[in-house]
């Protein structure tokens, strides 16, 4: 069965710092990769998505940035944290048009 | 642009008390309406899906309809464990969320 990972699970990080988020995937192979930024209270914003190693696509122009070095692997990341960068972070994967299946998520307060 | 419209924001039911949860949505081009149940401090955990007008899927308590403008989350004699977040999510060339239905279902 697949199953996917993020790490850290809380982050507590100064104004201006940098940032590194992971995501894996396990039990499957050329997955559809895709982070989510949920504000309090809110709906799922998405931020980056990948088809394949190294494909990067932006959906919201931002101080952050997205790579995906291994076929399982998808990384977030900032040079510079900002308040507004604050909230919880969600990891996702999928097949080509199925559902997407969520992991448990990384909570991020910028100080 | 793909919207998608989820009420009440916010429900409190009685334990037993059945309920519906609404998930309006346009679209172009629906290939998916998708159903997720969210606890505090974790990630959705997928429900549904729904493909066409008409089409109906149950699991426990829950049952999802949808046609072509909407789709609805019926509970039927909720119990206390059912209490979350419900999102429901659409997919035309991205996958479009709505701001989800926080359900509280008091013993």
């Known amino acids: 069965s697949q199953t996917i990972h993020q790490w850290p699970a809380t982050l507590v990080q100064p104004v201006g710092s940098p940032l590194s988020l992971e995501c894996t995937v396990e039990?499957?192979?050329?997955?559809?990769l895709y982070w989510y930024r949920q504000a309090a209270g809110r709906g799922l914003q998405l931020l980056f998505y990948?088809?394949?190693?190294?494909?990067i696509s932006s959906e919201v122009p931002q101080n952050l940035s997205a790579s995906r070095p291994q076929d399982r692997q998808f990384i977030l990341s900032s040079k510079k944290l900002l308040l507004s960068d604050s909230g919880f972070y969600l990891c996702?994967?999928?097949?080509?048009?199925?559902?997407?299946?969520f992991g448990p998520g990384t909570r991020l307060t910028v100080l | 642009e793909d919207q998608v419209t989820q009420s009440p924001e916010a429900l409190r039911l009685q334990e037993g008390e059945s309920s519906s949860l609404n998930c309006s949505y346009t679209?172009?081009?629906?290939?998916?309406l998708f159903w997720y149940r969210q606890d505090p401090g974790k990630g959705p955990e997928f429900l549904f899906t729904l493909y066409s007008a008409g089409e109906e899927k149950e699991k426990e308590r829950l049952k999802a309809t949808l046609t072509k403008k909407e789709s609805f989350l019926h509970i039927t004699a909720p119990k206390p464990e059912d209490s979350a977040t419900y999102l429901c999510a659409v997919q035309g060339n991205m996958l479009t969320f709505g701001g989800g239905t926080r359900l509280m279902v008091k013993p």
């Open positions: 679209v172009s081009g629906l290939r998916g």
């Open positions: 039990g499957t192979s050329n997955p559809n």
């Open positions: 990948s088809v394949g190693i190294g494909q």
């Open positions: 996702a994967w999928n097949r080509e048009g199925n559902e997407q299946f």
